[in-house]
């Protein structure tokens, strides 16, 4: 059963038919453990943002080549993206990503010395494997608004 949540701009809503969410979302966010991609790169409609925040070992994944090969990706850190997370160094190793097609790392982004979106249908796909940085980030946020 789909439960929703729903405010003047957004709805949130689980559900368990994966490729139909998928297709009609604006932002998709996965965090999963799964070693095989959930997410398919021809399910994206233009000016989908993909977020993974799970598959932080090289042999897991949540997308497949086709998100990767579609996307503008970005990642939380390289030394750990490349290295750490599936998602990225499977892409890598096969050779449908080099280091240089990712666009950004966090960093750059939040400094604004690399763009993000070029253009307002582009597919975006950002890839975390974690960081104690964005932990402490997210801590101070918490504190700042109880």
Not at 99 to 104: K, L, N, Q, T, V
Not at 117 to 132: H, N, W
Request: hydrophobic share 40%; net charge negative.
């Amino acid at each position: 059963m789909a439960k929703a949540l729903n405010n003047r701009q957004h709805t949130v809503e689980a559900t368990e038919e994966l490729e139909g969410a998928v297709r009609g979302a604006d932002i998709v966010s996965c965090a999963t453990l799964s070693t095989d991609p959930l997410i398919r790169g021809s399910w994206l409609h233009q000016g989908v943002h993909v977020d993974l925040v799970g598959a932080f070992r090289p042999d897991m994944r949540e997308s497949d080549d086709d998100a990767i090969k579609r996307a503008r990706v970005f990642v939380d850190t390289f030394d750990g993206a490349t290295v750490e997370g599936g998602d990225i160094v499977q892409p890598l190793s096969s050779g449908i990503l080099s280091r240089e097609d990712i666009a950004a790392d966090l960093f750059d982004l939040t400094r604004g010395t690399k763009a993000g979106r070029r253009y307002y249908d582009q597919i975006t796909l950002f890839k975390s494997v974690g960081t104690a940085l964005e932990d402490l980030a997210a801590a101070q946020l918490a504190v700042e608004r109880r």
